[in-house]
Nanobody, 116 residues
Framework: VQLQAFGGGLVQAGGSLNLSCTVS????????MGWYRQAPGKQRELVVR???????TPGDFAEGRFIVSRDINMRKIFLRMVSVKPEDTAVYYC???????????WGQGTLVTVSS
């Protein structure tokens, strides 16, 4: 199983950015997809997760600025970032959890840089 993230780049504070991630390979039973981020010198943290039943779990800092969606087959996940702040600068990772196998797969990350 491989995940490929797209859409990172440079954005000005207050702007918006869209990320996407595609899952390839034989994932058996995906039940949760999510976006995480890791800023320099900090631990990786949850941005937002979306479950197979469409429930969403945002990270503590999300403040409604990170909008997640997915396709019906849980093969693609999207993140819309709005009103971005310089502190949102980080590498953003997508992930998908396979319930039957018990493994969470990770993408390679895409860098988002927010300029002030």
């Amino acid at each position: 199983v491989q995940l490929q993230a797209f859409g990172g780049g440079l954005v000005q504070a207050g702007g918006s950015l869209n990320l996407s991630c595609t899952v390839s390979g034989n994932i058996v039973s995906p039940n949760v997809m999510g976006w995480y981020r890791q800023a320099p010198g900090k631990q990786r943290e949850l941005v937002v997760r979306i479950f197979s039943g469409d429930e969403r779990t945002p990270g503590d800092f999300a403040e409604g600025r990170f909008i997640v969606s997915r396709d019906i087959n849980m093969r693609k996940i999207f993140l819309r970032m709005v009103s971005v702040k310089p502190e949102d600068t980080a590498v953003y990772y997508c992930a998908v959890h396979d319930l039957k196998i018990g493994i969470q797969y990770w993408g390679q990350g895409t860098l988002v840089t927010v300029s002030s």
